[in-house]
């Protein structure tokens, strides 16, 4: 069993930032790609951001140039670092982590919410 765990949402002001981690814990295990979705209300869950074990990042459109996504892959955490962020950036942000143990299967967090007042 993999748990993932979120932090870092919160409340900011159109401009601001905030600084997302989700940190993966359990028993001999491995990550292959971490990442992070958003969905907002009324909406379907969108990709935001992924890295690669090796470092390699993809990033949605919306969010190019403004977000960052990194991992530290000694403390299997991944984090994203928002920034410029607009009204439209508000959703419930999910960590994402594709892991190998015996077998490979997706992980999500639970959610944190992430609102941006304009």
């Known amino acids: 069993q993999v748990q993932l765990v979120e932090s870092g949402g919160g409340l900011v002001q159109a401009g601001g930032s905030l600084r997302l981690s989700c940190a993966a814990s359990g028993k001999s295990f491995s990550i292959n790609v971490m990442g992070w979705y958003r969905q907002a209300a009324g909406e379907q869950r969108e990709l935001v951001a992924t890295?690669?074990?090796?470092?390699?990042?993809k990033y949605a459109d919306s969010v190019k140039g403004r977000f960052t996504i990194s991992r530290d892959n000694a403390k299997n955490t991944v984090y994203l670092q928002m920034n410029s962020l607009k009204p439209e950036d508000t959703a419930v942000y999910y960590c994402?982590?594709?892991?190998?143990?015996?077998?490979?299967?997706?992980?999500w967090g639970q959610g944190t919410q992430v609102t941006v007042s304009s």
């Open positions: 994402y982590c594709n892991i190998y143990t015996t077998y490979t299967f997706n992980s």
């Open positions: 890295i690669s074990s090796g470092g390699a990042t």
